[in-house]
């Protein structure tokens, strides 16, 4: 089967260029078609090590709406997971109608592992192949869209691939004894990834094996798999409409604007000239990221969770940030929460229930983009929430945060600070560039027309909730690269300061 797969197939990076704008274009118009579709999407990446699965993952989470995705990945199960059924986690996490599910380290890693490590027999492997069969058929009969990615590498080629980054002292961190073990056990991955692939592809829930040595062709490959294979699903459901709102010119006349200077705070007070240059910030992006790949994993060893929780401006690099956190980290074990606006069952609940449901077991990470401080800054400014519950919020905030530091959790803290005139360019970028008009709604231009009332709404809140045991870090984020690094420098002194 691999044998008759394109291995060594390269895309010239002019070419990639050209190809990537029309794409991203395309992933985002079937994405926003898809918000209204009665389906989900759900996206499988296997393979061997080294071979694209986690950049994959990491690319799609950048060219299209990450707000609209759920991103799993998975390791040894907990003490809860292990009292329930084996598929109960993957239940859990399902993407509801309209959304996009990557999995990673899915459904297909125990069976597989256990079969190279001849934990199980040939028969066994194959009963857990057919529940697997099994369980996508039940979700495809339902309407879910399944498509899964095998990402392969020959046994010369993987090894090249290792060889090489552990040769970068930058990058040898992503080379652990594991992955060196699993390649000196290649036929026996192979022979079970065939197994796999022809017990468990069919009509509803195909394989798609992608050669991952060249990763502009690994990228290209992808990605117009996952556009055309949505494309061709929401031709099936003519009436999918989409529900992502776009901005109207008159609010974007008002919020343009320019208004008189707010007053004196603590945000007006930061220096945003503060620059690093491009040709200084690969080599440091590079020596961060590594630095907290190793401290994380010594939490991890040790139990320790982290809570990184991302405020600020619309457009103020909030994505960015987290994307450059999370390519430094091994995707089992971190998870991403976007927070948006409640869902009913959240409302019916005390507004710091949907935090807690997302705590995770020790020594993961987690990110909020956007987070609790909610109910002090938008629910605050925009009337959500009546004065005395949003200033006795405050309070349990603290208290909340606290619990958690007792707790041995790392809590970093950072607001994303742009000036008004970064972020009206910003969004005038936006407007132009047609893979980025996703990021700009109508919300974000009548958020700038307040722009006083939430900035007096950060000060308050920083000054009142910005603790010994959680902290804010200001980041001064009108240069994009100066941002990333002092957010990265910020999560490795917090851990450091752990450990």
Request: proline residues 4%; contains cysteine.
């Amino acid at each position: 089967m691999f044998e008759a797969a394109e291995l060594g197939r390269t895309v010239a990076k002019d070419v990639f260029k050209a190809r990537v704008p029309a794409l991203r274009t395309g992933l985002l118009d079937v994405q926003r078609d898809l918000t209204g579709a009665p389906f989900p999407v759900i996206l499988v990446f296997g393979g061997v090590d080294g071979a694209g699965k986690g950049e994959s993952v990491n690319l799609l989470n950048t060219w299209m709406d990450p707000r609209w995705i759920v991103t799993r990945a998975y390791g040894e199960p907990s003490d809860e997971e292990r009292e329930r059924p084996e598929y109960w986690r993957y239940w859990r996490d399902l993407p509801r109608k309209g959304r996009i599910g990557l999995f990673l380290s899915s459904w297909y890693s125990t069976p597989i592992l256990a079969r190279v490590y001849k934990r199980s027999r040939s028969a066994e492997f194959d009963e857990q192949l057919d529940r697997i069969a099994e369980f996508e058929r039940t979700l495809a009969d339902d309407g879910a869209v399944i498509l899964k990615f095998w990402m392969h590498l020959g046994k010369d080629a993987q090894r090249s691939r290792l060889k090489k980054l552990e040769k970068d002292p930058l990058t040898r961190w992503r080379v652990t004894k594991l992955q060196w073990r699993h390649w000196r056990l290649f036929g026996r991955f192979v022979a079970a990834a065939e197994r796999t692939l022809q017990r468990t592809g069919t009509a509803s829930a195909p394989w798609m094996i992608v050669e991952g040595s060249d990763e502009a062709y690994r990228s290209l490959t992808v990605a117009t798999a996952v556009r055309d294979v949505i494309r061709k699903s929401l031709a099936g459901h003519p009436r999918a409409t989409a529900v992502i709102a776009k901005p109207h010119a008159r609010s974007r006349a008002a919020a343009a604007k320019m208004r008189e200077p707010a007053e004196a705070t603590i945000l007006n007070s930061l220096d945003m000239s503060q620059s690093v240059p491009r040709t200084k910030f690969a080599t440091e992006l590079e020596k961060h990221q590594g630095r907290l790949h190793r401290l994380h994993r010594k939490a991890q060893a040790r139990g320790i969770s982290t809570i990184m929780v991302f405020e600020g401006w619309d457009a103020a690099g909030k994505g960015g940030a987290i994307r450059r956190v999370t390519a430094a980290l091994d995707a089992r074990w971190y998870q991403v929460i976007p927070i948006a606006a409640p869902s009913d069952e959240e409302r019916a609940q005390h507004y710091l229930w949907r935090f807690w449901r997302h705590l995770s077991r020790a020594g993961r990470l987690t990110i909020f983009d956007r987070s609790w401080y909610g109910r002090v800054l938008v629910e605050r400014v925009e009337g959500f929430a009546p004065e005395q519950e949003w200033k006795r919020a405050y309070s349990e905030i603290d208290a909340f945060e606290q619990q958690l530091v007792d707790h041995g959790i790392v809590i970093i803290k950072y607001w994303m600070h742009i000036t008004e005139d970064e972020q009206l360019r910003r969004f005038r970028e936006r407007e132009k560039a047609r893979h980025k008009q996703w990021k700009l709604t109508d919300e974000d231009w009548r958020n700038r027309v307040k722009w006083a009332d939430y900035e007096r709404a950060v000060n308050e809140m920083v000054e009142r909730t910005s603790t010994r045991a959680a902290p804010w870090t200001l980041v001064e984020g009108n240069d994009k690269n100066f941002a990333r690094l002092k957010v990265l420098k910020t999560a490795c002194t917090s851990l450091e300061a752990a450990l």
